[in-house]
C-alpha cells in the first residue's frame, strides 16, 4: 500500500512498478475498490436525478414528481399526466386553432325582454338555460337542438301552459330562450330544420316569431318538441345568450366571415274563430348578394285561446319592452288586465 500512495515525483518509477504488489483478485483491496466505483456510480446517479427534479420544478411552476409504490415516476399534484408525445400533439393543436379565423362577426341579434314577469322560478330558469347555450360553437353542418342542450338541467317550478290550462311545471318559462334563439338564427341565415309553436300567443314576442320547447313524458320523451338550426356557413359559428345588464334576453350569433344574405322577418294575423282558435301567417324575406332569394309565406300558425289563471296563480307583471306583443287582452300576462273599451 506504501508503494501505491507514494507521489508521482518519486525517483525510479520502473523499479517501483517492478516491485508494486498487485493485489489478488476478491481479497480485501478488489473489494475496497468495488465499493468506491459503486459509490462513484450511485452518487453520480444521485446528481442527475438532483438534475432532473429540479428542471422539472422549476419548468412545472413548482410542480415536483412523485413515485409510487411501484416506484413509477407520477406527476405532482395538480399535474397532468400526459404523455411527451401528447404534450407535443396538444400544443400542435393549439397552435393549429390559434391559426384559424374566430367567429368574432356578429351574424344576427334578437332580443325579448327578461324582467317582464319578477317571477323568480322563471327568471332562475331563463339564466340557467341561457348559460347552458352561451359560448356554444358549431362546426359546418353541425346541427344545434335546444332540447339536447336543455333537457339535462335543473330548473325550478313556474307557469306554463298545461294540462288544459295554466299550471305550475318544472322549467316554466325555456320557450322564451328558445325563442329569442330561434328568431336570431333566422337574422344569422342558418338554416331552420325544426320549430314548434307555443299553445298560446306569448306577451313578450309577437305571434308568429316563437319556437316551443317541451320535453316530452319523462319516462320516454313522447310528444318532445325541439328547436333546431345548423350551421350552414363555411366556417364555425359562436352562439352567445344572456341576460344583459338592462334585463334583456339577448341572443347572438357569431360566424368567421361577414354574411351575404340579408334577412327580414314579419307576421301578421289573418284569421280568428272561437272553435278554431287564432290564424297568424309568417313571413321571411332574404336577399343574397343583392339579389331577392326568398320572399313569401314562410307558415301559419293557429294558437289556441288563453286559458284562464287559477287565481293561486296571479301575479303583477310588466308590459313586455321591445320585440314583446303587447295585447291586453292576452292572459299570458298572469295578472287582470284592463280590457279596452269599445
Request: proline share 6%.
Amino acid at each position: 500500500m506504501k508503494e501505491i500512495n507514494r507521489k508521482k515525483g518519486d525517483s525510479h518509477p520502473p523499479r517501483r512498478r517492478e516491485h508494486r504488489t498487485v493485489p489478488k483478485k476478491g481479497g480485501a483491496y478488489g473489494y475496497r475498490t468495488r465499493r468506491r466505483r459503486i459509490l462513484g456510480i450511485a452518487l453520480i446517479a444521485l446528481l442527475l436525478l438532483g438534475v432532473v427534479v429540479l428542471v422539472d420544478y422549476l419548468l412545472d411552476d413548482g410542480e415536483l414528481l412523485r413515485w409510487n409504490d411501484a416506484g413509477e415516476v407520477v406527476p405532482g399534484e395538480g399535474q397532468s399526466a400526459v404523455s411527451e408525445g401528447e404534450n407535443r400533439g396538444g400544443a400542435a393543436v393549439e397552435n393549429e386553432a390559434a391559426s384559424e379565423p374566430a367567429p368574432s362577426v356578429l351574424l344576427g341579434e334578437f332580443f325579448t325582454d327578461y324582467a317582464w314577469d319578477p317571477d323568480e322560478g322563471r327568471q332562475s330558469n331563463l339564466k340557467t338555460a341561457a348559460g347552458a347555450i352561451d359560448n356554444t360553437v358549431l362546426a359546418p353542418g353541425e346541427e344545434f337542438s335546444a332540447l339536447e342542450v336543455l333537457s339535462p338541467l335543473e330548473y325550478q317550478p313556474a307557469k306554463v301552459f298545461a294540462n288544459g290550462g295554466v299550471d305550475y311545471e318544472v322549467g316554466g318559462g325555456l320557450c322564451q330562450v328558445s325563442s329569442t334563439l330561434f328568431m336570431a338564427a333566422n337574422y344569422a341565415g342558418l338554416e331552420i330544420v325544426e320549430r314548434n309553436p307555443h299553445y298560446a300567443e306569448l306577451p313578450y314576442i309577437r305571434p308568429g316569431l316563437d319556437a316551443t320547447v317541451w320535453f316530452g313524458e319523462v319516462e320516454n320523451a313522447w310528444g318532445a318538441l325541439d328547436m333546431r338550426f345548423k350551421n350552414n356557413t363555411d366556417g364555425d359559428i359562436l352562439i352567445r345568450q344572456f341576460v344583459n345588464e338592462d334585463g334583456f334576453m339577448v341572443a347572438e350569433i357569431y360566424g368567421e366571415e361577414p354574411s351575404d344574405k340579408r334577412v327580414s322577418m314579419t307576421s301578421e294575423k289573418v284569421d280568428e274563430d272561437l272553435g278554431k282558435g287564432i290564424k297568424w301567417a309568417t313571413y321571411k324575406q332574404v336577399e343574397e348578394d343583392g339579389e331577392l332569394v326568398e320572399d313569401g309565406l314562410l307558415f301559419e300558425t293557429t294558437y289556441s285561446y288563453n286559458p284562464p289563471v287559477p287565481e293561486e296563480f296571479k301575479h303583477e307583471t310588466n308590459e313586455p319592452r321591445g320585440s314583446g306583443w303587447v295585447d291586453v287582452s292576452n292572459t299570458t300576462n298572469w295578472n287582470n288586465k284592463d280590457q279596452p273599451s269599445d
